[in-house]
C-alpha cells in the first residue's frame, strides 16, 4: 500500500445482516478509499443469505480485510461492538452495508478531524436503486458542531455511517447502553469529551428503504405507540443523566421533571428549564426562535392538555366533514 509517513490506521468497523442485495456495491466503495492506511473488519451477524460467502471472498483477496461472525444474532449494536473489538486504528469508522461511500471520504475526515474526538459529514439520501431524492441530512436538520451534550438530549444528526471518531473514545462510551442508537451515544459522550466537529461535504450516498436504520421518508409500515416512545425517551434521559459531567444536574432536573409532566396540566418548571437551555437543546432545528417556543410549550403539556386539545382538534374535523357532507347533500 502506499501508506503517507505517520498516517494514522483507520479501522473501517462493518456490520452486516443478510445484506447481500447491497453489499458488494458497498465493500467496493471501501476498497477503493484514497486513504490507504485502512483495515476493514467485518462482523456479520449470522446472516443466512449469502452475505457471508461474499465477505470471506473479498478477505481472500485483500489482506487488510477480516471477518468475523456471530454464532447468533446479537443486533446492531452489540453487532459494531464486536467488529470494535478486533479495530487496532488511532481512528474507527462505522459503515453499513447497503450506503455509497465517495472515495475520499476517510482521507477528508482524517484530514479534518484535528483535536476533536468526533466528525461527521452530510450525505445524500438516496432510494433503493441509488437514485438521488434530492434532499441531503442538511436540508432537513442543521447539523450540529460544538462541546455541549445537552444538544443530543432530544436530537441527533450525527449518523453511524457518517462519522469517524478517537479509538480514546473506546474508554467512556463502551458498552453502548439499551438506550437510543449507538451512534447517538458515541456524539452525546463525544460532545464533552473532545467535542464534536462537522465537515460540510456529501461523502455518502445514503439508500433509504424499509429496512433502513433512520427512517426519515417514513418508509416503515408501524408505528410506535405513545408509551413505548415515552418509555424510550425516558430510558434515554435517564441514560444520559447517569454520566458525571458538567451538565449531569441539568439532566437529572430533566428526568425528575420528565416522570412529572404527565401529573400536570401543564408543567411550568420543564417549559423554563427548556428556555434556559433553548439554544443549546434545540440548536438542531431549523426553525427560529418563535416556534421553537411553540415547541417546547406544546412537549411541556401533560397527558390532560394533549387529550383535551386532541378532543378539540378532532371536534373541529368532525364539524368540518359535516359540514362538507352537508354541502354535497344539498
Same mark, same amino acid.
Given at each position: ?20 442485495? &447491497?453489499?458488494?456495491?458497498? *465493500?467496493?466503495?471501501?476498497? =477503493?478509499?484514497?486513504? @490507504?492506511?485502512? %483495515?476493514?473488519?467485518? !462482523? ?83 432510494? &433503493?436503486?441509488?437514485?438521488? *431524492?434530492?434532499?441531503?441530512? =442538511?436540508?432537513?436538520? @442543521?447539523?450540529? %458542531?460544538?462541546?455541549? !451534550? ?181
Amino acid at each position: 500500500m502506499n501508506v503517507k509517513e505517520n498516517s494514522p490506521l483507520v479501522s473501517i468497523a462493518v456490520a452486516t445482516y443478510n445484506g447481500g442485495k &447491497y453489499l458488494r456495491v458497498q *465493500l467496493d466503495t471501501l476498497i =477503493a478509499q484514497t486513504y @490507504k492506511n485502512l %483495515e476493514i473488519v467485518v !462482523s456479520d451477524d449470522g446472516s443466512t443469505d449469502g452475505t457471508l460467502a461474499t465477505l470471506n471472498e473479498y478477505a481472500g483477496i485483500y489482506p487488510h480485510f477480516s471477518v468475523y461472525s456471530n454464532a447468533a444474532p446479537h443486533g446492531i449494536k452489540k453487532n459494531f461492538e464486536n467488529a470494535i473489538k478486533y479495530c487496532n486504528g488511532t481512528y474507527i469508522a462505522f459503515c453499513d452495508q447497503d450506503d455509497v461511500w465517495m472515495p475520499e471520504k476517510i482521507e477528508k475526515l482524517v484530514n479534518n478531524i484535528g483535536e476533536y474526538s468526533l466528525i461527521y459529514h452530510n450525505s445524500l439520501f438516496v432510494d &433503493y436503486e441509488g437514485n438521488s *431524492l434530492s434532499k441531503t441530512f =442538511a436540508s432537513k436538520l @442543521k447539523l450540529y %458542531e460544538g462541546f455541549d !451534550s445537552r444538544a443530543f438530549l432530544m436530537c441527533n444528526t450525527v449518523s453511524g455511517h457518517a462519522l469517524l471518531f478517537h479509538r480514546r473514545m473506546l474508554d467512556i462510551a463502551l458498552p453502548f447502553p439499551d438506550a437510543r442508537h449507538h451512534d447517538w451515544w458515541l456524539a452525546f459522550r463525544a460532545a464533552e469529551h473532545g467535542g464534536v466537529k462537522y465537515l460540510d461535504e456529501v461523502l455518502v450516498h445514503y439508500r433509504q428503504h424499509p429496512k433502513s436504520q433512520t427512517d426519515f421518508f417514513n418508509l416503515k409500515k408501524e408505528k410506535l405507540l405513545k408509551e413505548k416512545v415515552e418509555r424510550e425517551e425516558l430510558e434515554w434521559y435517564e441514560a444520559c443523566a447517569s454520566v458525571p459531567g458538567k451538565h449531569q444536574h441539568f439532566f437529572n432536573q430533566w428526568v425528575k421533571l420528565y416522570k412529572e409532566r404527565n401529573d400536570n396540566f401543564w408543567n411550568r418548571d420543564m417549559f423554563f428549564l427548556c428556555v434556559s437551555a433553548m439554544d443549546s437543546m434545540f440548536a438542531m432545528r431549523r426553525t427560529g426562535k418563535v416556534s421553537t417556543v411553540f415547541h417546547i410549550l406544546r412537549f411541556s403539556w401533560g397527558e390532560h392538555a394533549r387529550s383535551g386539545f386532541k378532543r378539540i382538534k378532532n371536534a373541529i374535523l368532525f364539524r368540518k366533514n359535516s359540514d362538507v357532507n352537508e354541502d354535497i347533500q344539498d
